[in-house]
């Protein structure tokens, strides 16, 4: 019954580009319903473990299954029941707001009657019932954000990516898109989220630290806080990332 709660798991998950680690045999889960940070500087290899998470890149050795499907074996499986969204904002911008909605919907496999029913739901949601039919480049970046998160789970996957989805917006815009994700893992979704800004790994029920392809401490930020004697999570980041530097 403990592995039917975790949506995802890994044990020694590897990959090497030629004599280069990205990513050096991690291993950690993620429940049901979690919101997971994920954290690391530039090159730390957050990027290329979410690739292999979501079925985009093969690892070079170890294991790891999402929502039960196999990385390495089922990544177009593994496509189906997850949500991305990515710091770049994905949307079409030359779309309206129901075209993206329709347009990802199918994309998602959905059928056109439940993408008539979620795009009332979602437009609604987002009181954007007088831009519907609106270009997206014409909206602010916190609600093209906004709207870019709520498409990435309208066919209400096992879990979510998010890589760095508040990168630009405002902090009343960064703390609405919070409402969202605690929203959706209300509905049983697991978020997976990186982020730089420190302050929202504390909105996280487990964070991880990676450093140089290795995953150094996972644990609650309350827990990690204490561990290294720091007041918050910048500070606990920035003294794993400095003594990795400056160790011998």
Not at 100 to 105: D, E, H, L
Request: hydrophobic share 40%; glycine share 8%; net charge neutral.
């Amino acid at each position: 019954m403990e592995s039917q709660n975790k949506v995802i798991v890994c044990d020694g998950l590897t990959k090497t580009f030629g004599d280069f680690t990205a990513v050096n045999a991690i291993t950690f889960d993620v429940k049901k319903g979690e919101i997971f940070g994920f954290l690391g500087a530039n090159g730390a290899g957050k990027t290329t473990a979410i690739k292999m998470l979501s079925g985009l890149l093969s690892p070079s050795s170890g294991k790891a299954t999402v929502a039960g499907f196999d990385v390495a074996t089922q990544p177009e499986d593994i496509k189906k029941n997850i949500g991305y969204m990515s710091q770049h904002f994905s949307l079409y911008q030359d779309m309206t707001i129901k075209e993206n909605i329709r347009f990802y919907g199918g994309i998602y496999g959905l059928s056109r009657k439940e993408i008539k029913t979620q795009s009332k739901l979602l437009i609604k949601k987002l009181g954007l019932e007088a831009y519907e039919n609106r270009l997206v480049e014409g909206l602010p970046l916190g609600w093209k954000q906004k709207l870019a998160f709520s498409i990435a789970i309208i066919h209400n996957p096992s879990i979510v990516f998010l890589d760095e989805p508040t990168s630009g917006v405002d902090p009343i815009t960064r703390r609405q898109f919070w409402g969202l994700i605690y929203e959706a893992t209300h509905q049983g979704i697991t978020v997976f989220v990186t982020t730089h800004y420190l302050e929202e790994a504390e909105y996280c029920d487990r964070v991880s630290i990676m450093v140089d392809g290795d995953l150094k401490d996972l644990d609650t930020p309350q827990n990690l806080m204490k561990k290294y004697d720091k007041d918050n999570m910048n500070d606990v980041f920035l003294y794993m990332a400095v003594r990795s530097k400056y160790k011998e």
